[in-house]
């Protein structure tokens, strides 16, 4: 076989693989599409199916989260427990693949932190867990100092064992401060407003955690939060559920103001 033949072959099967892959890659982000459609109509269990059909990073790191969000809303007990922990070794998937992507560490926190808040926070410190949520958020950050998600789950991080522990125990023992999460609440507050975004989830989770920090103001604040909330049309079915969590939390305020 001659040498021009031979480069021809080679351009030919590289050719050939190259259409392959494009082929395979414009499938796998269709499907993921109709994936994250699903999870718009809130069809969280075929959005789940879907997703698990497909071993790219970014569909890991969706499927995570998705598993994630709908045990928060739908699971309990030890199910739950289960469903979070999926999650989370999903996570480590994507991990695998790329072990610089910052979304991939806010899923494995993301994943492990519900594991936590579903034992019981306290358990969860003594446990070592609440250390391995903080060690994933650290990296993510570390990776984007600009994400939003990592940004809030780490000021929760710090308002929860806050509220759990006290100041004193919490700072001492587990370097957990009530102004280190209102750091990091006001850099999510700040990159919304810069963004133009005004995100239902998120918006519920800065009330939560500014009902964690209990002060007066902070009570405020976490009110304020939840009636901007209620007044933006939602365009996702899980928007619909924050809502109605966030009525429950808007009581319990009044409960303690």
Same mark, same amino acid.
């Given at each position: 076989?001659?040498?021009?033949?031979?480069?021809?072959?080679?351009?030919?099967?590289?050719?050939?693989?190259?259409?392959?892959?494009?082929?395979?890659?414009?499938?796998?982000?269709?499907?993921?599409? $109709?994936?994250?459609?699903?999870?718009? /109509?809130?069809?969280?269990?075929?959005?789940? *199916? *879907?997703?698990?059909?497909?071993?790219?990073?970014?569909?890991?790191?969706?499927?995570?989260?998705?598993?994630?969000?709908?045990?928060? @809303? @739908?699971?309990?007990?030890?199910?739950?427990?289960?469903?979070?922990?999926?999650?989370? /070794?999903? +996570? !480590?998937?994507?991990?695998?693949?790329?072990?610089?992507?910052?979304?991939?560490?806010?899923?494995? $926190?993301? %994943?492990?932190?519900?594991?936590?808040?579903?034992?019981?926070?306290?358990? %969860?410190?003594?446990?070592?867990?609440?250390?391995?949520?903080?060690?994933?958020?650290?990296?993510?950050?570390?990776?984007?100092?600009?994400?939003?998600?990592? /940004?809030?789950?780490?000021?929760?991080?710090?308002?929860?064992?806050?509220?759990?522990?006290?100041?004193? *125990?919490?700072?001492?023992?587990?370097? $957990?401060?009530?102004?280190?999460?209102?750091?990091? @609440?006001?850099?999510?507050?700040?990159?919304?407003?810069?963004?133009? +975004?005004?995100?239902? $989830?998120?918006?519920?989770?800065?009330?939560?955690?500014?009902?964690?920090?209990?002060?007066?103001?902070? *009570?405020?604040?976490?009110?304020?939060?939840?009636?901007?909330?209620?007044?933006?049309?939602?365009?996702?079915?899980?928007?619909?559920?924050?809502?109605?969590?966030?009525?429950?939390?808007? !009581?319990?305020?009044? /409960?303690?103001?």
């Amino acid at each position: 076989m001659g040498i021009f033949v031979k480069q021809s072959l080679k351009i030919f099967i590289y050719i050939v693989l190259i259409n392959s892959w494009s082929k395979v890659s414009i499938s796998n982000q269709i499907d993921l599409n $109709a994936a994250k459609q699903e999870f718009i /109509n809130g069809s969280y269990d075929k959005s789940i *199916l *879907l997703a698990s059909k497909i071993n790219t990073l970014e569909s890991l790191i969706f499927l995570s989260r998705t598993i994630s969000i709908y045990t928060n @809303f @739908f699971k309990k007990g030890e199910e739950a427990k289960e469903s979070y922990l999926k999650a989370y /070794n999903i +996570s !480590k998937k994507a991990l695998l693949i790329s072990e610089t992507n910052t979304l991939a560490y806010t899923e494995a $926190a993301h %994943a492990l932190g519900r594991y936590g808040q579903e034992i019981g926070i306290m358990s %969860a410190i003594t446990e070592g867990i609440a250390t391995r949520v903080k060690t994933y958020l650290d990296k993510a950050l570390e990776l984007d100092d600009n994400n939003i998600i990592a /940004n809030l789950s780490k000021g929760i991080w710090h308002a929860e064992i806050v509220n759990q522990a006290g100041h004193v *125990l919490a700072r001492g023992m587990y370097g $957990a401060k009530s102004e280190t999460a209102r750091m990091h @609440f006001n850099k999510v507050i700040n990159l919304n407003s810069k963004n133009n +975004s005004d995100d239902i $989830a998120i918006l519920y989770e800065l009330s939560y955690g500014y009902l964690l920090l209990g002060e007066k103001k902070d *009570l405020e604040t976490s009110k304020a939060y939840i009636e901007k909330l209620l007044k933006i049309n939602s365009i996702s079915h899980i928007d619909n559920l924050y809502k109605k969590k966030a009525i429950k939390l808007s !009581k319990k305020i009044d /409960n303690l103001s």
